[in-house]
């Protein structure tokens, strides 16, 4: 069974803070997609990163694929409030069933 | 706009009371599924469809029913609603099974009593 673990699980900090998110598999992915929730709402699509050691940015966000495509990392520079939520990872794996999977989610919490 | 409708997006019903979300995509995809979100279980996959009248069990399709007449349209039925039917339900389209990522719906929460 393919899993995507991520950590941590929970993150409080403070406005102005930087820190990271990690999604991590002992399976291969063909591309893995990082997506932001807010309570009560659908997940947002963020990125797809689909080559192993891409690096892709999105304002303050900045997205990694793992060289051998078997792990993420989300990094935020300076957090505001605005980024408060639950960040989920998800891809499809390349053995198996092909099923689209979710990761266990990370819920990050900025302090103004 | 690009997106995925789903309706209602809050409905309370009784046990037993058959009801219907629908869920519509602008985007032309081909690939349409349900999810059900729970504190502390993530989303999980209910049914899924790859292409018109093709369609098929996700991961908890029990209790659940679906429908895919056209393109556009994937509603998820509930026969007969039990209280452990009470979730926040999702309604998602892909291009391409995810591998380009989904677009989800806003959300539909549904409470049984």
């Known amino acids: 069974t393919q899993l995507l673990e991520q950590s941590p699980q929970f993150l409080s900090i403070q406005e102005g803070e930087n820190l990271t998110v990690y999604c991590n598999s002992s399976s291969v992915f063909s591309s893995l997609q990082w997506y932001r929730q807010e309570p009560g709402e659908g997940p947002v699509l963020l990125v797809t990163v689909v080559t192993g050691g891409e690096v892709k940015k999105l304002k303050r966000l900045t997205f990694q694929f793992g060289d051998a495509r078997k792990d993420s990392s989300l990094h935020i520079t300076a957090a505001q409030p605005g980024d408060t939520g639950l960040y989920l990872c998800?891809?499809?794996?390349?053995?198996?069933?092909?099923?689209?999977?979710f990761g266990t989610g990370t819920r990050l919490k900025v302090l103004a | 706009e690009a997106q995925v409708t789903q309706n209602p997006r809050y409905l309370i019903t009784v046990t037993g009371k058959k009801l219907t979300v629908t869920c519509s995509q602008n985007m032309n995809h081909e690939y349409m599924s349900w999810y059900r979100q729970d504190p502390g279980l993530g989303l999980r996959q209910i049914y899924y469809?790859?292409?018109?009248?093709?369609?098929d069990k996700g991961d908890v399709p029990e209790g659940y029913k679906v429908s895919r007449k056209e393109k556009r349209n994937f509603p998820l039925i509930l026969e007969s609603p039990s209280p452990n039917q009470t979730s926040l339900y999702f309604c998602?389209?892909?291009?391409?099974?995810?591998?380009?990522?989904?677009?989800f719906g806003s959300g539909t929460r549904l409470t049984v009593v």
């Open positions: 469809s790859m292409n018109v009248e093709v369609t």
């Open positions: 998602a389209s892909s291009l391409r099974q995810g591998y380009y990522g989904y677009t």
């Open positions: 998800a891809g499809v794996g390349t053995s198996g069933t092909y099923k689209y999977i």
